[in-house]
Structures are given as C-alpha cells and as structure tokens.
C-alpha cells in the first residue's frame, strides 16, 4: 500500500526523522515529538533550504484551530531541543529576522518512485521548469524525468529570496537576509557581469521586488515598523513612497502597459487582504477584489501577458488557497481551482492562454498547467514525496 507522502522516513543531516511514528533520531538517540510539532518539521524540510515564514507554516500546521503566535515558536523550540540545539547557535533551524525560519542542513527524502535524491534538487528541478515557462521555452507534453541543469544565479552568505527577473532577462532582483542579522535589502544582479548591485538603502526591511514593463524601475515593500509601497530606479538611488499598506501578505504587479501597480491591502489590521491597484499618475487606488470575511484574503496578484487579466490568490480557509481571475476594467471575478488546497506558486505562460500553478489536485502534488479555454488541468511534474 501507497503510504501517504508526509508519512514517508527521511533525513536531516545526520538525523533520520519518521514522521508517521513522530520520532527524531541519531545513532542511540531517539525524541518523540508531539504530531503537530512533526507537521512544522515536515513543511520546513519540503521547502528546504528556502525560508518558510511563521504565516505560511501556521496554515500548514494550524489550519484546523485557532493559536497564538507561540504555538509556533514552542513547536520550533520543541524541535530545536530534539535535534540538540541552543537558539542562541542553531545549527539545524535557522531564524531568518523577518522572514521565518529555514533548515541549514542538507535534507534527503524519496521520490514517489523510490529513488533517493535531494530535496534542494527537487526543489531546482521544478523552478528550472518554472523559469521554462517564463522564456516560452515550455511545451505542452508533461516533462520527463531527465536531470535538468540547475546554475547558482546567487551565492552570498545569509539567505536569498523571492528573485525576479528583468522583462529581458539579463538582470535577477532578490531579496538578501545577510548573515549580520540586518533587515533585508533588495538587489539586483546582472546575468552578463555577475555583478549584484543594492538599491534599497532604508534602514527597515525592503521585500517583494516587482519589475516595471521597461525594467527601468523597482516597485517593492518596506516595513519599518509601517508598511508601504515604493518604486526605485533598477541601478539604485532614491525611493518613491506611494502608500501605505497593511503589514500582512504581500505582492505586486506591475501592470503591463507601466501606468499602474496591483498590490496587497487590508481594510484593518489582521484582516484579510484584497487586490488594489494605485494608478502612479495620479495616486489613485481602486479596490479590485472583496474577499470574505473568514481567512487570510487574496494575494500573489500577477497580469497575464496583455493585461486583460489579473489572477490571485484567494485563501478563505487557513491554509487553503485557489486561483481566481480578475477583469481590471469591468471588476468581473472567476474562480479557476476548486481544490481549496497549499499553493506553492504560480505563473502565466509566455503567450497568455494557461498557467502554471504548484498545488494538489487529485491526491497528486505538483506542478500543473490551466488552460483559459477550460479544457481541464493537465500534470507537467509530480513533486517529490514529503
């Protein structure tokens, strides 16, 4: 019999960790852990090395109740003591400031068909297919399981996230957690010199690039305490404050023609959020999307090719999401997922008519193409088991 994926051994480092048994070991070693605090484990190490933020593991994990913020951090200190760890010098769990948390280790787990590899290589493979559709590269047969090549386009110390890349493709903005322990600040890279340049210099952190249709300017987030939404040149030099947000979830688009912004707002602190856009003549924003009362909003807004379309996430259920579309001009909204499940990410192909989401659907986890035309989902890669 299949067992479930978040039931399958794997390992940390040097620890084996059993997830169906709840148990953490070394050698003679062995801690049992309660079932929830398992689940946080299991989500750090399905997107390891990359950081899981507190918002995203408390979905996972805490979907079905109501908590406080230290459910999470006792679960993390919980953990913490069974892999033999201080807070002050974790080695295992790393405490990214403002970000989350990540595993430092190197992690080890099964495909669905048995072979051993490693979850940063899985996690590569997907994002090589992801970056395939962004270059119109990607065809309508599911991938096969050949190697991909996967190249480091960043190796600073601390931790890099959320990269995006120019509209031509020669230059990759990120965000950088250094190991100083200082806000993170966004960069740009060139892919022709290697050269990374800063371009936000705020004392608080700067998160969620967004690249302007010319790649000539930045939008992004910055919290310093308050939230905002800024653009900045790409080569770096003063910020331009548009508004303020709701320190909640984020992300941004910029509208294909240049002459607006789609962002996150919340109506009141910890409610849900809703797709607004703020037109950079005239400051104008205009509220896009209602969501209910219940969850955390929507989210991760992204223009099809064109600009007809805006799609987002909806989550309406603690860590559930789907996909929904938005007409800019008329305010119509479609639903366009019916699984109220984790999405990963997501993105629209190069020519407007599908998009690549990263959920479950079926039983099945993975990388999954939607047409526009309503002609059914169809499997591109199945993920790796967790």
């Known amino acids: 019999m299949h067992r479930d994926p978040g039931s399958v051994p794997f390992r940390i480092g040097r620890w084996r960790v059993d997830p169906h048994r709840n148990l953490i070991s070394r050698g003679r070693r062995t801690t049992a852990v309660e079932p929830r605090v398992m689940r946080v484990l299991v989500a750090l190490a399905e997107s390891a090395p990359m950081v899981v933020s507190r918002d ?97 386009l960043t190796t600073l110390p601390g931790v890099e996230l959320d990269p995006k890349f120019s509209p031509d493709g020669g230059r990759v903005a990120f965000v950088w ?60 030099g003063a910020a331009t404050r548009l508004v303020e947000l709701g320190c909640g979830r984020t992300g941004l688009a910029w509208s294909p023609d240049g002459l607006s912004i789609a962002f996150v707002q919340q109506e009141r602190a910890g409610g849900p959020g809703a797709i607004h856009t703020i037109d950079l003549a005239s400051r104008e924003t205009t509220v896009l999307t209602t969501p209910g009362a219940t969850g955390l909003g929507d989210y991760a807004p992204k223009y099809a090719p064109g600009g007809a379309v805006l799609s987002f996430l909806r989550s309406s259920v603690a860590g559930a999401s789907d996909l ?59 993920s790796a088991d967790v």
């Open 177 to 236: 957690f250094d190991s100083s322990g200082r806000p993170a600040d966004i960069y740009v890279k060139s892919r022709v010199n290697g050269r990374a340049t800063r371009v936000t210099t705020a004392p608080g952190a700067e998160l969620s690039p967004a690249w302007s249709p010319d790649g000539a300017q930045l939008a992004f987030v910055s919290n310093d305490g308050t939230c905002h939404l800024n653009t900045v040149p790409a080569s770096g």
């Open 56 to 152: 995203a593991l408390q979905q996972v994990v805490w979907a079905d109740v109501v908590v406080t913020p230290n459910s999470l951090t006792n679960a993390i200190s919980d953990l913490r003591r069974a892999f033999g760890e201080d807070a002050a010098d974790p080695r295992v769990i790393e405490t990214v400031r403002g970000a989350g948390y990540r595993l430092a280790v190197p992690v080890r787990m099964k495909r669905h068909w048995g072979r051993p590899i490693s979850r940063l290589a899985a996690v590569g493979a997907v994002a090589t297919v992801v970056l395939g559709l962004g270059f119109g590269l990607l065809d309508r047969k599911p991938v096969s399981d050949a190697p991909h090549l996967l190249t480091n």
């Open 324 to 382: 929904y579309t938005v007409d800019p001009a008329t305010g119509e909204t479609k639903r366009q997922t019916f699984t109220s499940s984790i999405v990963s990410g997501y993105d629209w192909a190069a020519d407007g008519h599908s998009i690549l989401i990263h959920t479950k659907r079926d039983g099945l986890t993975g990388l999954w193409r939607l047409s526009r035309d309503a002609t059914g989902p169809e499997l591109v890669r199945a």
